[in-house]
């Protein structure tokens, strides 16, 4: 039997029945794919959350397995060095910072020799810990010579210095003036020897006319013939001296 198109098209008033039941039909089916959508989505979340969180747990387990198995290797490996010591004899070595030292271990430190009285990760000295086998000692000095003695100078201990023909050993440092109880003598200037063979009468100098006196300086300068100038002499350091050896 056929059907004639003009049976399967609805009829006028069963159009408007037909849309409403498929507008109804769209959104529900709408509704169904939000729901799923938004099932999915907190879904994932909870996966991705407890992804994360194993994960976190695996590396801190990892890292507390890590520690122990290293504090376990160092445990091992000191005791293998105490029975070595006790076979050898105790070795000396350099301290080292973030390292278990066991007992009766030795190590340097600072110019200093210290030996554990425990098993310690704190570093010397520390008397509750380490004791100190051998002290550093301080850098040796060495005598210096400093010349002619001048009182614009700053000495330290150890430094000789030549006043009037004689020697003197700073006792420390800033000694004071020289001679003086900051001073030491080694070498006195000493007696005046016979004189020597006359020789023979040199060349004529230049005739010294005047002489130009400033006293701000204590500066003295000769005024040769036909007014030129001859070399400056500094007489400061002949007044220091004798204002020295006078005393105040």
């Given at each position: 039997?056929?059907?004639?198109?003009?049976?399967?098209?609805?009829?006028?008033?069963?159009?408007?029945?037909?849309?409403?039941?498929?507008?109804?039909?769209?959104?529900?089916?709408?509704?169904?794919?939000?729901e799923t959508k938004r099932r999915w989505q907190d879904a994932s979340q909870t996966v991705r959350a407890e992804s994360l969180a194993a994960v976190a747990d695996a590396?801190?387990?990892?890292?507390?397995?890590?520690?122990?198995?290293?504090?376990?290797?160092?445990?091992?490996?000191?005791?293998?060095?105490?029975?070595?010591?006790?076979?050898?004899?105790?070795?000396?070595?350099?301290?080292?910072?973030?390292?278990?030292?066991?007992?009766?271990?030795?190590?340097?430190?600072?110019?200093?020799?210290?030996?554990?009285?425990?098993?310690?990760?704190?570093?010397?000295?520390?008397?509750?810990?380490?004791?100190?086998?051998?002290?550093?000692?301080?850098?040796?000095?060495?005598?210096?010579?400093?010349?002619?003695?001048?009182?614009?100078?700053?000495?330290?201990?150890?430094d000789i210095v030549a006043v009037g023909g004689s020697s003197f050993l700073a006792k420390l440092d800033d000694p004071g003036p020289c001679p003086g109880d900051g001073?030491?003598?080694?070498?006195?200037?000493?007696?005046?020897?016979?004189?020597?063979?006359?020789?023979?009468?040199?060349?004529?100098?230049?005739?010294?006319?005047?002489?130009?006196?400033?006293?701000?300086?204590?500066?003295?300068?000769?005024?040769?013939?036909?007014?030129?100038?001859?070399?400056?002499?500094?007489?400061?350091?002949?007044?220091?001296?004798?204002?020295?050896?006078?005393?105040?």
């Amino acid at each position: 039997m056929t059907i004639a198109p003009r049976d399967v098209v609805p009829q006028e008033s069963d159009r408007e029945y037909l849309l409403e039941l498929w507008k109804q039909c769209l959104v529900e089916m709408i509704a169904d794919v939000e729901e799923t959508k938004r099932r999915w989505q907190d879904a994932s979340q909870t996966v991705r959350a407890e992804s994360l969180a194993a994960v976190a747990d695996a590396r801190a387990a990892f890292s507390e397995a890590l520690i122990k198995l290293e504090h376990a290797t160092e445990e091992r490996l000191g005791k293998l060095r105490q029975m070595i010591d006790q076979k050898n004899g105790a070795r000396i070595r350099r301290y080292e910072e973030r390292r278990v030292i066991y007992e009766s271990e030795l190590v340097m430190h600072e110019g200093s020799s210290y030996q554990a009285l425990k098993d310690t990760g704190r570093a010397p000295p520390d008397d509750e810990h380490w004791i100190c086998v051998a002290a550093g000692g301080i850098d040796g000095r060495s005598p210096r010579i400093r010349g002619t003695y001048t009182s614009a100078a700053s000495y330290r201990q150890l430094d000789i210095v030549a006043v009037g023909g004689s020697s003197f050993l700073a006792k420390l440092d800033d000694p004071g003036p020289c001679p003086g109880d900051g001073w030491q003598l080694i070498a006195s200037a000493g007696r005046q020897g016979k004189p020597g063979i006359r020789g023979e009468r040199g060349p004529r100098g230049p005739n010294i006319e005047a002489w130009k006196v400033d006293p701000e300086s204590y500066c003295l300068t000769p005024v040769l013939q036909g007014g030129e100038e001859g070399p400056t002499i500094n007489l400061r350091l002949f007044f220091e001296q004798y204002h020295r050896e006078c005393g105040p």
